[in-house]
């Protein structure tokens, strides 16, 4: 009897010896795999969404992790939370709205995906492995960016290059947007307003509407390439010196983003 | 004379088999039922159903049968989801031997393989078990040895990896989606009252249990160290002096982060208390419940109702009838206070009161609330709930202000005469929809709900049966306010009304019309009837249900386990038997 209750009593404390790992330090050093894929977040946000601020640093805090060379991030405001209200900033856009769609808070996240529609519409707590998997995928596309800048007209021109690294088959368009850094306004936080937010890379508009021009359509092979020109006026309150260029090529059929390039305006 | 022996041996076996085969089958016994449940379903612009997507049939089938022979014991589960009705996960759809099963128990040692159910204790650290109308099995596949070394004791182990709908159980087969971890566990229970002969016959009772389970699953994340062992210890008591009784269990987990727990390193703890007390027509009982962080599934990338490996028992009232059975509490395993109080009394037959046949009355009471957390220190920062860190601290005794349920019921249970007898309650119902259903924005339910159940008996063969119940939204009616994008959060919300009518010629026969109409909803293309007719026939143990009409939308909960049930209008069937 008595060796019946030891061997149970030992199988026990062995069991609950080796079944227990306890983790101090729990972050992994991450390096992406693949070549130059670069992938987009887009961000839907609203200067009233009290969790946004938060969920819009665990993002950057991403993006810092994995590369910010390899990981883009854009504010899209939209949705009832980003309506303008008293002080809160107006950061409103067609295309964001278009992108948003029928969905009803904030923040949601799309990772390379032009816009937020079933099966892509991530909350902050999904995005992270979608961004891993989309770093390791391999790269259809090389984009290369251009523009000159006029500081009297403020009018913005710019050319990018599109190269094939792979042969595909699909319907490739092209979405220019204008992005502003480092604006400060009123933003809902954790217990009250904070006036002096900084709001990063905030989506201002396209250059060539929300879906962006058709680059190529039907077979692409690698070494291709394919040029495209588009220009706007920058508006007066918009501050060039913290504005960039941010190009993506898709597949308009699913809507997924390829690549992703970035430039500064100035 | 090699023949003579060959043909001797074959009659002595032939024989032999005979008689063993004889035995075999007079010692035997063999138990089983069957369900099928199967709807076909129809357009009704009138509930905004404009769209089936393709899919105008569903059922859901199981036959099981179950062998006993002595000591041995053994039995097989088939199941069919062709496809699975509306509202039950659609990795459901197949159809298969789901489990099956064999035990050889000689009272010293048992032992199963194949498909095991079973809890120790009162769950907080292992359950596994099957919820028909959950379309929810999380049976361990594996082995179990049960040793009762002496009088009192009894000693467990199991262990074998958990059922994920039809996901194959071999590491080799599985894929990223259903890739699930191994489980293993020891629990040991000591009845001091068998085991101590002086304490045999005493009113005093006592008994004492452990239990101890691991899970083991590979780390597959790409930004987080996870612990491939996850160790989860509970320990428990059960008392009981005269008409008193009192359990509690405390369990422990270490880190364990999830998809659930958003990834945080909190080690989980949660406590589960009893008090009660009963005598001949009085009964009251104190429940108190703890849960913080103790959802412990064998896939920690899980978020829905399955893989659980653990069961945390709900500690609130469960209703039967339809309008209040609307706003049923789901367990919150990443952190609850709950607390329920309930009184049974009899006012005895004979009395003003009582009347001819005695009056039953029942209070209840039961509230849940949030626990508190505070900030944790990471890399200096503060944060809260963050991933990759250890999440919050929590004080154990702190009760958040912010209150998930509360239920407030009182029922009356009366027998008027040999010929009516009637059922009443009256409910205060404060339900967190936000948080229990998922509808961010939606303003909590606070609802007053009363149902009237009256069975009227014609003659001894036949009976009517009138329910009418009614369900009082305080905030949220008529001239409540919605936002256009928000409205298909208030599909159930305002008052509702409802009625059934059912006559039963006994045994066999049952016929019922009912209509749900929720005639308060703030939203007007919202205010529908759901009306329904249903024909039932029962032979024995055989039942057959036949209805066609219109359901809510709504959930369905067992044990504070929900699943949604989405709207629906259409025929449906059912039909069991068992044996």
Redesign the interface.
Request: net charge neutral; with cysteine; proline share 6%.
């Given at each position: 009897?008595k060796k019946?209750?030891s061997v149970?009593a030992l199988?026990?404390l062995l069991?609950?010896a080796?079944?227990?790992?306890?983790?101090d330090?729990?972050?992994?050093p991450?390096t992406p795999t693949g070549g130059n894929k670069t992938v987009l977040i887009k961000d839907f946000t609203g200067a009233r969404c009290v969790n946004c601020p938060d969920a819009a640093e665990?993002v950057h805090e991403l993006q810092h992790?994995l590369g910010e060379d390899r990981v883009f991030i854009m504010s899209v405001h939209a949705g009832?939370l980003a309506q303008p209200l008293g002080q809160f900033p107006d950061f409103l856009t067609e295309e964001g709205t278009l992108w948003y769609g029928?969905n009803?808070?904030n923040p949601l996240f799309s990772v390379d995906h032009v816009a937020l529609t079933e099966g892509n519409t991530l909350n902050v707590?999904q995005v992270?492995?979608p961004v891993?998997e989309a770093l390791a995928e391999p790269q259809l596309f090389d984009i290369n960016i251009t523009n000159t800048y006029d500081e009297a007209s403020r009018r913005l021109s710019v050319e990018n290059l599109f190269n094939a690294k792979g042969d595909g088959d699909g319907e490739y368009y092209a979405t220019v947007c204008l992005v502003e850094d480092s604006l400060v306004g009123w933003q809902t936080v954790s217990g009250g307003v904070n006036k002096e937010y900084v709001f990063r890379n905030v989506f201002r508009g396209t250059l060539n509407g929300a879906d962006g021009e058709l680059v190529a359509n039907g077979a692409v092979f690698v070494d291709d390439s394919f040029a495209k020109t588009c220009s706007m006026e920058l508006d007066s309150t918009y501050n060039a010196d913290q504005c960039y260029i941010m190009t993506y090529i898709y597949d308009h059929q699913d809507g997924k983003i390829l690549q992703t390039a970035v430039k500064k305006v100035k | 004379m090699r023949k003579h022996i060959l043909l001797l041996f074959s009659l002595a076996l032939g024989f032999s088999f005979r008689a063993s085969a004889q035995s075999f089958v007079e010692n035997s016994q063999v138990n089983g039922s069957f369900q099928t449940d199967a709807q076909y379903y129809m357009l009704d612009e009138g509930i905004g159903i404009t769209d089936l997507n393709g899919k105008k049939f569903g059922i859901n089938g199981f036959g099981k049968v179950n062998y006993t022979n002595g000591n041995f014991s053994a039995g097989i589960r088939f199941e069919a989801f062709m496809p699975e009705l509306n509202g039950f996960r659609s990795e459901l759809n197949g159809v298969g031997l789901a489990n099956f099963y064999a035990n050889y128990d000689n009272g010293f040692i048992g032992m199963t393989v194949g498909d095991i159910y079973d809890q120790f204790g009162s769950g907080l650290v292992f359950r596994t078990y099957e919820e028909w109308s959950l379309g929810m099995d999380n049976a361990l596949r594996g082995a179990r040895v049960v040793?009762r070394?002496?009088e009192g004791v009894t000693?467990k182990?199991v262990y074998g990896r958990q059922r994920f709908f039809w996901a194959p159980y071999l590491e080799r087969d599985m894929g990223n989606d259903d890739y699930r971890g191994i489980v293993?566990g020891?629990d040991?229970e000591w009845d001091l009252n068998q085991s101590i002969a002086s304490l045999n016959e005493s009113e005093f009772k006592m008994s004492l249990g452990g239990s101890?389970v691991?899970k083991?699953q590979a780390d597959q994340?790409?930004?987080?160290?996870?612990?491939?062992?996850?160790?989860a210890?509970a320990a428990r008591i059960n008392l009981g002096y005269g008409n008193f009784a009192f359990s509690t269990e405390y369990a422990y987990k270490?880190?364990d982060?999830s998809?659930i727990n958003?990834?945080i390193?909190k080690e989980g703890r949660a406590l589960l208390s009893s008090l009660s007390y009963s005598q001949q027509g009085f009964g009251a009982v104190l429940q108190v419940k703890r849960v913080d962080n103790m959802s412990f599934k064998s896939m920690y990338t899980g978020k829905q109702n399955d893989l659980d490996i653990n069961f945390i028992p709900p500690i609130n009232y469960t209703h039967t009838h339809s309008l209040p059975s609307m706003y049923t509490y789901s367990t919150q395993p990443n952190g609850e206070m709950a607390a329920q109080f309930q009184v049974n009394y009899t006012i005895p037959k004979g009395t003003a009161l009582g009347g001819k046949y005695g009056t039953k009355l029942a209070f209840n009471m039961s509230q849940v609330n949030d626990i508190v957390r505070d900030s944790v220190m990471d890399h200096g920062q503060m944060v809260l709930n963050?991933?990759?860190?250890l999440g919050y601290s929590s004080n154990f005794f702190a009760i958040s202000d912010h209150r998930f349920f509360r239920d407030i019921n009182f029922e009356v249970d009366k027998k008027i005469s040999k010929d009516w007898h009637l059922t009443a309650q009256y409910i205060n119902l404060y339900y967190d929809i936000e948080t229990i259903e998922g509808h961010?924005?939606s303003p909590a339910v606070k609802a007053n709900i009363g149902f009237m159940d009256v069975t009227y008996k014609i003659n001894k063969r036949q009976s009517l049966r009138l329910e009418l119940q009614g369900l009082w939204e305080n905030e949220v009616h008529k001239g409540y306010e919605v936002?256009e994008?928000?409205k298909k959060d208030y599909q159930k919300r305002g008052d509702w009304a409802f009625a059934l009518l059912e006559y039963s010629i006994n045994p066999h026969w049952s016929f019922s019309v009912a209509d749900k109409w929720n005639y308060g909803n703030p939203v007007e293309e919202y205010r529908d009837h759901y009306f329904t007719g249903t024909v039932t026939y029962i032979h024995d143990a055989s039942r057959v249900m036949l209805s066609a009409g219109r359901q809510s939308e709504g959930v369905v909960c067992v044990g504070g386990v929900c699943r949604t049930v989405p709207a629906s209008s259409g025929v449906s069937l059912t039909v069991s038997t068992s044996f």
């Open positions: 009897m019946i209750f149970f199988t026990a069991l609950a080796v079944s227990c790992d306890k983790i330090n729990p972050h992994k991450y665990t992790r009832f029928d009803n808070s707590d992270d492995m891993s | 040793l070394p002496t000693l182990g293993r020891v040991a101890f691991s083991k994340s790409l930004f987080y160290y996870i612990p491939e062992n996850v160790g210890a270490i880190n982060p998809a958003n990834f390193y963050k991933k990759g860190t961010a924005g936002e994008s928000e």
